[in-house]
Each structure stands twice: as structure tokens, then as C-alpha cells.
């Protein structure tokens, strides 16, 4: 059984999967306003799997005899100046997740809870390839950001982008 202190941190951590949801769905819905349909179609693959994220914590909790809170969602940014920012406001969240499922691995060690642990191996490798797969797009934007050719193909690019990260 989970502890109620772990049980409620996990909770917490769906909250925050949802929100990241919320977050690249509104940046999806953002890009494809701005006429970056590939962009548009990343954010919105993105945001699915966010949502799963979500699910596994969820399904997780249940599995050790826990109970799934949902709470309110809170509100996420609307409009970004351009793909450029969109992007670096990803990477600055997703180095704040990282963080969060860092700080749940310490609790999980502190309270001996391995089963938490294993569940939390999975999340601390997503996080390497997510900063990762971010920080090369910011790393092309950088470059480009003033070439509508460049961002046209970028745009493309990122629309090809398949079901899995
Ligand atoms: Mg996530």
C-alpha cells in the first residue's frame, strides 16, 4: 500500500502531467492560429502524451491501493509571440517536471517504497529524451528564427513527427 505522504505527492504529479497537457494544447491551438500547422500537430502529439503520463500515474496509484484525486487545472498561457517562445517555455517546464519526478524519487528512496521507485525509473529516462528533443528544436529555431524558409521547413519538419515522443 502506498503511504498517504507518497499517495498524495503522485496526486499532486497527475496534476501537474494534466496541466502540461493544458499547456502544449493552448500552444498547439496557438501555432496552428499563427499558420504553423506542423508545429500545431507537434503540440497537440505532445500533449497526448502528457496525458498519458497522467494515465500511468493514475493507473499506478489505483494498482497500489491508493486513491486518484483529480483537482481544478489551473490556467495555462493563451498566446506565445512566436514558435521561438513556444519553445522555450517548453523546455523551461520540462526542466521543471524533471525536477518534480526527481523530487518524487527522493521520497520514494526516504520511504523505502520501491515499487514507486520502479514506477519512477520510466519518468526519469522520459525526461533525458524530452529536454533533449526540445533543446535540438530550440538549438534549429535559434538558427532560423528569422528565415521564413527556414521556419517553413522546420514547420514540415515537426509535422512528421509519429505517435510515440
Ligand atoms: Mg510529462
Request: glycine share 4%; hydrophobic share 40%; aromatic share 10%.
Given at each position: ?60 496509484i ?18 506565445w ?7 522555450d ?7 521543471i517536471v524533471?525536477e518534480k519526478?526527481?523530487?518524487l ?5 526516504e520511504?523505502?517504497?520501491?515499487a514507486?521507485?520502479n ?9 533525458v ?8 528544436i530550440?538549438?534549429t ?22 505517435g510515440?515522443?
Open positions: 500500500m502506498l503511504e498517504q505522504k507518497m499517495e498524495t505527492a503522485l496526486n499532486q504529479q497527475v496534476n501537474a502531467e494534466l496541466w502540461s497537457a493544458y499547456l502544449y494544447l493552448s500552444m498547439s491551438y496557438d501555432m496552428d492560429d499563427k499558420g504553423y500547422e506542423g508545429m500545431a500537430s507537434w503540440f497537440a502529439l505532445q500533449a497526448k502524451e502528457e496525458f498519458e503520463h497522467a494515465t500511468r500515474f493514475m493507473k499506478f489505483g494498482e497500489r491501493e491508493g486513491k486518484v484525486k483529480l483537482t481544478p487545472i489551473a490556467e495555462v498561457q493563451q498566446v509571440d512566436a514558435p521561438k517562445n513556444a519553445f517555455d517548453t523546455l523551461k517546464h520540462e526542466k524533471t519526478i526527481h523530487k524519487m527522493d521520497m520514494a528512496i520511504l523505502k517504497d520501491y514507486t521507485q514506477m519512477l525509473k520510466w519518468f526519469i529516462d522520459e525526461q529524451e524530452e529536454e533533449d528533443t526540445v533543446r535540438k530550440l538549438e529555431l535559434k538558427r532560423i528564427e528569422s528565415s521564413p524558409a527556414g521556419l517553413y521547413a522546420l514547420d514540415k519538419k515537426l509535422g512528421k513527427r509519429g510515440a515522443s
